[in-house]
């Protein structure tokens, strides 16, 4: 099913769009600060291929990943549903050097031809990422043979009762998000164990989840997004075989 006959996908695409600016103010003047950006720079370096790559942002959102990693000369694309999010990112990316291409683009299906990436990179999408499964297959399928796969994400939401609902955006997150909308995210509150045997499942190679603690000391230092609280990240990493591989 595309996300346009997908009511579901609809809502909360219309969640992010809403709060798109509120987020990039949290997520830009976080980056803003060099360990910061020096942090993430290095959790991106240390698994993606040598060289400049060709890369595809999986949830771009207002494009900080695309971003940084443009920055550090790759050929970004960034794609996202919710328009909200990708004006925050066209937006920024004006004064850039070499700014990434941003796209309106399901993270399910992507709309590019098979082996167009060297890598695919994703931050906070998985665990609000429906149908996993084919996904996965889409993303083994645009990678080039030897490829890498890296996302970083945490379990942020235990269940519908400790969601804070304080707020107007709490609030319409708590229903863009409610139970039967869970239901239907395969890694909404899955730990990095599951998401590693489900990428073995789909075919990926040397998967790993690493610890970011680092990245967990500089959400205590300087805060998390709103109605979050700080957890352990992991950063998952995978690679699609080379063809004498398989
Ligand atoms: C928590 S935000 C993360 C944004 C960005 N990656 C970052 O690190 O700041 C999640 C993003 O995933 C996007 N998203 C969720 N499902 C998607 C899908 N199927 N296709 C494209 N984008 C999707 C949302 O619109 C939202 O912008």
Redesign the pocket.
């Known amino acids: 099913m595309t996300?346009a006959a997908d009511p579901v996908?609809e809502r909360?695409?219309e969640y992010?769009t809403r709060y798109a600016a509120e987020?990039d103010e949290h997520?830009a003047s976080r980056l803003a600060l060099p360990a910061e950006r020096e942090t993430w720079s290095r959790v991106w370096a240390q698994v993606l291929p040598e060289g400049t790559c060709t890369i595809l942002?999986?949830?771009?959102?207002?494009g900080?990943?695309a971003l940084l990693l443009a920055g550090a000369g790759h050929e970004v694309t960034g794609?996202?549903?919710?328009t909200g999010?990708l004006e925050q990112a066209h937006a920024k990316s004006a004064d850039h050097p070499t700014p990434p291409t941003f796209l309106l683009?399901?993270?399910?299906d992507p709309p590019f031809a098979p082996g167009s990436f060297d890598a695919i990179v994703?931050?906070?999408?998985l665990w609000?990422?429906?149908d996993a499964p084919s996904a996965l297959a889409r993303w083994y399928e645009l990678l080039r043979p030897g490829g890498v796969l890296v996302a970083v994400d945490a379990p942020w939401f235990e269940d519908g009762e400790s969601m804070p609902r304080g707020t107007d955006r709490q609030i319409h997150f708590a229903t863009a998000y409610d139970e039967a909308a869970f239901g239907r995210l395969p890694f909404g509150r899955a730990n990095a164990q599951r998401i590693v045997a489900d990428w073995e499942s789909a075919g990926f190679v040397d998967v790993r989840a690493d610890p970011l603690p680092e990245v967990l000391e500089l959400d205590r230092a300087h805060g998390v997004a709103p109605g979050h609280s700080p957890q352990l990240q992991h950063r998952i990493s995978g690679r699609r075989p080379e063809r004498n591989e398989r």
């Open positions: 996300y996908q909360w695409n992010w987020y997520q942002d999986a949830g771009t959102g207002s900080n990943v794609i996202d549903l919710a999010m683009g399901d993270a399910v994703s931050r906070y999408l609000t990422l429906r």
